[in-house]
């Protein structure tokens, strides 16, 4: 059976909770009460037959992406497609790398459309996408460990940053990764962008041919997967320091080379319990040094 | 319950929740984290259920995805939840407060609802059987996998009875029966399907609120009345039609010619002659044993109940119809000059009364009522007075409910009550190794009457708070069931 969609206030009377099948969206807004009002209006219209349209091209959405596949025609779907092209040439990536980022765009584009707003966000699941108007900044608390939230740092936004989306990606969270990283966060300019790239960073953080890391085929696990049958992630014995720096060291040369290019802005790698941070990301040192392509 | 079957490919279940329809193998949950494969059953995941009640005031529980141009921006408020118990958890056997102290305003008025799963060793399920076959003696052990986990108990109209469960089932009579009792009676509250087979009796398949099985027959339907009642309904019917109707019946055989109804009508007499004991005129009682054949009776040839019609009185050529309670078995028979009855072909004109007789019965269904009696420690969780609980409870100021259902206590001591497991949300049951069912309860009041009767107030947390810590899962109100937190009529628990 079909079930309904749930929409409702949270108890703090601001946060808009939307959720349809796997898209869970908790919104707020900032602004004039009825641009607040039109926001929220405009955020549960977006979502209506959002997951529908995703949903009928989905066949092509978790198909790897190249040079032949075919161009999903819904906008979020494009969107998402667009996200992970910059990737498909050099390693195996489908659209919906970036599913969650993009359905967060398209719920606070609908938003900000719809009535002026000093400050949005949406965040799906932790893939953020945000507004700001001029002079207006965001602070965001980051965990290392989705499934065991605890704030390790804060990174504050401000509307002069060319970041409008964070995403957070790992093996803790409902996706599967194909790496070993409890959590990559990536600050980028765009909520599909940074979740396609957390994604791929996720994925390099890895000890290849470790025979402690337990993987399995992912359609072993969720038959439809768009993974199909590669090995994905599910448990990482306790790492030596060299071992875990080894795969944090492949993590951070891959986000160094996104930094490099202006993918992203700033990639923070958790594993293990230990931070590595490139690229300028608030309160959390920089521990990296980054070479930017001054000619680029 | 179930709609439909969720489409399956092996162990594999299609979940049909949202468009992603996601295959889910077994102990894996689908894309969205909430709905699970649990050995075979698509089942949600957040353990905590809060009822919305949208839907019963006829509202979607949330409008923009139909209606997105109507909604008028407002999310549905606090004040249309229900904290139910089911998944709420308990802190028996301790004399601690119940998990849910919840307190909320319904309509100006300050309502604290008490929310814990109570763990009942006294405990079972009353079932009744919509059927006319017979299912065994009075007081003959009913059991489930070849132990005894209750009994037949009294015949009701167009039913029989069963008692199941108890605690002397679940814990006298050694681990084994405990374990298959509470078995038993769990899968029969979540309304899963149960075979019972009686000793001297049928094998029955019961499930709430489905038609039970007899001996591998689905049963469809109850009698229409018993025999007698049939003749009186439909006599006006067969008048002209037809010289003589039996109405096969295992409590009371009708027999029109002589019935007050065919008297009245003018029938003649046919010179019948029924087995069994006479009652009144037309009423015979014990025309056979019972059983699975024809109307309740061990009945398989209708000729078998009649002696020789009398030949002062019968003549060649009458003809007969007999007939069971629910129309399912039929014959028509003329006699011939010897004055035996021979089978023919049902006329068009009767086959049109048979008809009726099986279209005026209702669909048979098995019901299963949960019973269950609120014990010392259970009361403790609400109040640090657990008798004032009760007399709260007896006095009407307090509004239980089971999961939301609405109950039926019993009057007399204690907090014994009755709820029809159907109208309790799917999987409301649990069971602890003691063995005992864990039921959801809640206990509804005004706040002024929860700190009279000396309730936890220290423990309350607000409907908000609770909505907001807690992840809960959303059902919406089941249809017919009134909404617990109405303030005005609390007397309704009491039936």
């Given at each position: ?118 400050r949005?966000y ?6 953020i996408?945000l507004?700001l108007?001029?002079?207006q900044s965001f602070t965001s ?14 990174v504050q936004i401000s509307?002069?940053?060319?970041v409008?989306?964070i ?130 | ?495």
């Open positions: 059976m079909r079930e309904p969609p749930l929409i409702r206030l949270l108890p703090d009377g601001r946060r808009i909770h939307l959720q349809d099948g796997p898209i869970d969206l908790i919104l707020e807004a900032w602004g004039a009460p009825a641009a607040v009002h039109a926001a929220h209006r405009a955020a549960a219209a977006r979502m209506n037959g959002l997951l529908d349209e995703l949903c009928e091209e989905l066949a092509i959405l978790r198909a790897p992406v190249g040079a032949l596949s075919p161009m999903p025609t819904g906008a979020v779907a494009r969107r998402m497609r667009a996200a992970v092209q910059p990737y498909a040439e050099d390693c195996f990536i489908t659209p919906m790398a970036a599913v969650a980022g993009a359905v967060a765009e398209a719920v606070l584009a609908s938003m900000v459309l719809s009535a002026p707003l000093d949005a949406v965040n799906n699941g932790g893939d996408a507004h108007a001029p002079g608390g980051i965990v290392d460990r989705p499934d065991r939230p605890s704030l390790i740092g804060t509307a002069g940053d060319a409008r989306g995403a957070t990606s790992g093996r803790h969270g409902r996706s599967f990764s194909l790496g070993i990283a409890d959590a990559v966060t990536i600050l980028a300019a765009g909520a599909a962008d940074a979740d396609a790239a957390a994604t791929i960073v996720a994925n390099a953080v890895d000890l290849p041919g470790h025979a402690g890391i337990v993987r399995v085929p992912a359609d072993s696990l969720a038959p439809d997967s768009d993974l199909g049958a590669r090995l994905v992630t599910r448990d990482v014995p306790t790492l030596s320091e060299a071992e875990r720096d080894q795969a944090l060291d492949a993590g951070l040369a891959r986000a160094a080379g996104l930094v490099a290019q202006g993918r992203i802005v700033a990639a923070s790698l958790h594993l293990q319990g230990v931070t590595r941070t490139i690229g300028r990301l608030g309160s959390l040192e920089e521990t990296e040094p980054v070479r930017r392509m001054h000619y680029a | 319950m179930p709609d439909t079957a969720p489409i399956r490919d092996g162990d594999k279940i299609r979940c049909d929740a949202c468009p992603v329809m996601c295959f889910i193998k077994p102990g894996a949950t689908g894309a969205c984290d909430r709905y699970m494969n649990d050995a075979g059953d698509l089942v949600r995941i957040d353990p905590h259920i809060i009822l919305d009640r949208a839907v019963d005031r006829g509202e979607p529980v949330v409008q923009f995805l139909e209606r997105a141009e109507d909604w008028d921006g407002d999310p549905v408020t606090a004040g249309g939840r229900f904290v139910t118990a089911i998944g709420a958890g308990t802190t028996y056997p301790d004399y601690k407060p119940a998990p849910f102290i919840v307190s909320s305003q319904i309509d100006g008025v300050d309502m604290v609802t008490v929310v814990t799963e109570g763990i009942f060793s006294y405990c079972g399920v009353k079932v009744k059987i919509d059927t006319d076959r017979h299912l065994g003696p009075e007081r003959s052990p009913v059991r489930a996998k070849g132990e005894m986990i209750g009994h037949v108990t009294t015949g009701e109209y167009g039913s029989q009875m069963l008692s199941l469960g108890g605690v002397n089932h679940l814990t006298g009579n050694g681990k084994k029966q405990g374990r298959i009792t509470c078995d038993a009676i769990l899968d029969l509250c979540n309304g899963k399907p149960v075979e019972l087979t009686v000793d001297d009796g049928a094998t029955v398949l019961v499930q709430a609120g489905k038609p039970p099985v007899v001996n591998g027959v689905l049963e469809e339907r109850m009698r229409v009345g018993c025999g007698s009642a049939t003749i009186g309904m439909f006599a006006q019917q067969w008048f002209g039609k037809v010289d003589e109707v039996v109405v096969i019946d295992d409590h009371i055989t009708g027999v029109l010619s002589e019935h007050q109804a065919g008297k009245v009508l003018g029938v003649k007499e046919t010179g019948i002659h029924m087995t069994g004991r006479r009652s009144t005129p037309g009423r015979y009682f014990e025309v056979a044993h019972p059983g699975t054949g024809w109307g309740g009776t061990a009945i398989q040839d209708p000729l078998s109940i009649l002696g020789p019609f009398d030949p002062k009185v019968a003549w060649a050529g009458l003809s007969m119809l007999m007939i069971s309670t629910t129309g399912e078995q039929f014959a028509y028979y003329e006699l011939d000059a010897d004055l035996k009855p021979v089978a023919r072909e049902l006329p068009a004109a009767l086959a049109e009364s048979v008809e009726r007789v099986k279209e005026n019965c209702e669909p048979a269904l098995s019901t299963v009522l949960f019973m269950g009696g609120a014990g010392g420690s259970l009361r403790a969780g609400v109040t640090e007075n657990p008798v004032r609980l009760t007399r709260s409870v007896k006095d009407a100021l307090t509004y239980v409910t089971c999961g939301g259902a609405p109950v039926y206590v019993w009057p007399g001591g204690g907090i014994t009550f009755m709820v029809d497991v159907t109208r309790v949300p799917s999987n409301a049951f649990g069971y602890v190794p003691t063995p005992a069912l864990v039921a959801p309860i809640e206990f509804t009041m005004r706040l002024d009457d929860y700190a009279a009767l000396g309730g936890h107030i220290g423990h309350m947390r607000s409907l908000d708070q609770v909505l907001a810590g807690e992840g809960g899962r959303k059902l919406p109100q089941l249809d017919g069931n009134p909404w617990p937190l109405a303030p005005s009529d609390t007397k309704r628990s009491h039936g």
